[in-house]
Structure formats: C-alpha cells, structure tokens
C-alpha cells in the first residue's frame, strides 16, 4: 500500500516538474520580442562604414583647406609684391574654389550617408527575417522599451560584415578664373568725305 502511495506520488511529482518546464518554455516563447529596437546613432559612428565615410570626407575637406591656404599665401605675395593683376585673378579664383570646393563637399556627403544607409538598411532587414521580427525602431523614436529588445549588437554584426562602395574619390578642381574682356578698341575714325569737285 505504501508502495503504491509512493508510485502515485512520484508519478504526480513527475507530471508537475514536465507541466511546468512545458508551461515556462511556453512562457518564454510568449515573451519573446516580436519588434527590435538599435540604436541608429551607433550604427551610423561605430560602424566599419561609418568610420571609412567620416575619414573620406574628413580628407576630402582637409584637402579642400590645403588648396585654399596655399591660394591664399600666393594672394599675400602678390599683393606684397604690389602685382595688383595677379592679386585680383587670384581672388576671383578663390571665390570660384571656395563655391567650386563646398559643391564638392556637399556632393561627397550625400554620397558617402547614401551608401551607408543603403548597407545599413540591407542590414536590417537581413536580421528581422533571420530572427522572425516583425519590425525594427530607432532607440530615439521608442519611449520604453525592454533591453531584450535591443538587436543593436547583431544588425551591426551583419553591418560590419559588407562591403560599402563610395565609388572614386572626387578631385577638387580650382576654377580658372574668368577672363578679362579686351578693352574696346576705339572706333576707327573715318576719313572725311571727299568733296565734290567743282566743274
């Protein structure tokens, strides 16, 4: 009889222990993020892309400043040297580069956070179909959110593992600077009519 108290016991106690190790993994699969949330800002900085876009523009605007600088030591020197034709051509010309060489900058900055938005968006979307979500948000558009949530850390995995192409590094051309018109020549004097020969 205790035998058989003791069998309905353990057996009881055996279904208890599997209902509930059945019940918390069902628990932990209703709880399981449907949505994930990173934090742009870090992928955007932090990422092998990111660095390589903010040194690329970094060197395109440190050559920009090397040109204008060496342009701008020739001006001083004409102009010490009292060469007023050759000091107003190189203010025009660095006028032209200026507008020429903030064109180029702005160009290059659309094209480098293009690109990397591209990646970063095939990122994306590679790890909510990998992971089953429903959806992916910025940290800075989510009021509260869980840390479970937080996919950061592998959307950037994949991130770092592409390859971003900015293309060829544009040349910053200085503009020549507009030539002078001639002066008008003056107008030709005409001879006098000839007068009429008297008969």
């Keep these: 009889m205790k ?29 399981k993020p ?10 955007y900085q932090d990422s ?8 690329r523009l970094e060197k395109l605007q440190n050559d920009a400043m090397a040109k204008l600088e060496a ?4 001006l001083k020197k004409a102009q010490d040297g009292k060469d007023d034709a050759a000091a107003e051509r190189l203010q025009v010309e660095m006028q032209g580069a200026v507008y020429a060489f903030q064109n180029a900058l702005s160009a290059e900055q659309e094209n480098v956070v293009s690109n990397i938005q591209a990646a970063l968006e095939k990122s994306l979307e ?3 179909t990998e992971h089953g979500l429903l959806g992916i948000f910025s940290s800075e558009t989510m009021l509260s959110y869980s840390p479970e949530a937080d996919v950061t850390e592998g959307v950037m995995a994949l991130f770092n593992k592409q390859k971003v192409d ?14 002078k018109p001639d002066a008008l020549a003056p107008a030709e004097a005409t001879a006098p009519a000839a007068e009429p020969t008297k008969k």
């Design 34 to 43: 449907q949505f994930g949330v990173v934090n742009a800002a870090a992928l």
């Design 126 to 128: 590679q790890y909510r």
């Design 166 to 179: 900015f293309g060829p590094e544009p040349k910053l051309e200085v503009p020549a600077a507009p030539a």
């Design 71 to 74: 342009m701008q030591a020739d």
């Design 48 to 55: 092998v892309a990111g660095k390589a876009g903010v040194a």
């Design 3 to 31: 035998r058989t108290i003791l069998a309905a016991a353990l057996a009881s106690l055996t279904l208890i222990v599997l209902v509930g190790s059945r019940g918390a993994a069902l628990a932990a699969d209703a709880v």
